[in-house]
């Protein structure tokens, strides 16, 4: 069955640092995708990045960037140069190649000091 | 492009009532996704549409939830009686997958209605 951990509860960085959160999770699949979200105050889940589990590349979007290692079974997020909008709370999320489920962990609450 | 859209965004209710939310997806987007997501939790997929089919609803409480798609367009998601555990957000997503493959297809969401039983 399909898991995701995001170990992380709660995290503060300082405004213009790199922040990274983390995510590993659990298939039996070999192929698969990866996806993170962010959810702002207002409740939309934002699409932010993917990772296919056959990708060469680590995926990147603008100053998001995905730390991705299969071995590890590990896709973190990686946001550079943090901004107060920033501050939300960030969903990692899976899906199997032909699964219908997309199942996401339980979040990490991102916080960006001025 | 106009994203998903949900209404009402704030719904509060006494338990045993009944309650609707309707949604709207991206135009062109084949597949809807219904959410329930509890406070401090990640959202869990309660039934997911492929145009006006129902493709996967196995985690939907089926004796109290019921939802449709009619036209292969708008939905509604129906709780009738609520229960003071179905107070939750309930998210609304579209992707324009048919079939097959995952590849990169992308679920969007919608804002979302939150619900409150009391």
């Known amino acids: 069955a399909q898991k995701i951990t995001q170990t992380q509860p709660g995290m503060f960085v300082q405004e213009k640092e790199a922040v990274t959160l983390d995510c590993t999770y659990d298939t039996s699949d070999p192929s698969y995708g990866l996806f993170w979200y962010k959810q702002p105050s207002s409740g939309e889940m934002i699409f932010l990045i993917y990772q296919g589990s056959y990708d060469q590349q680590n995926a990147t979007e603008g100053r998001y960037s995905l730390n991705f290692q299969k071995a590890r079974k590990s896709a973190n997020l990686v946001i550079s140069a943090s901004q107060l909008g920033d501050s939300a709370m960030y969903f990692c999320?899976?899906?199997?190649?032909?699964?219908?489920?997309?199942?996401f962990g339980a979040g990490t609450i991102l916080r960006v000091k001025s | 492009e106009a994203g998903v859209a949900q209404s009402p965004r704030y719904k509060i209710i006494e338990k045993r009532q009944s309650v609707a939310f309707w949604c709207n997806p991206i135009?062109?987007?084949?597949?809807l996704y219904w959410y329930q997501q509890i406070l401090g939790q990640g959202p869990k997929l309660l039934i997911q549409?492929?145009?006006?089919?129902?493709?996967?609803d196995s985690q939907l409480p089926k004796d109290r939830f019921s939802a449709e798609r009619l036209k292969g367009v708008d939905s509604t998601l129906k709780i009738q009686p609520a229960k003071l555990e179905d107070s939750a957000v309930y998210l609304c997503a579209s992707s324009s997958r048919t079939s097959g493959r995952t590849g990169t297809d992308t679920q969007y969401f919608g804002p979302g209605t939150r619900l409150t039983v009391l």
């Open positions: 135009s062109g987007h084949a597949t």
């Open positions: 549409f492929q145009n006006n089919g129902v493709v996967d």
């Open positions: 999320a899976m899906r199997e190649e032909y699964g219908n489920k997309l199942v």
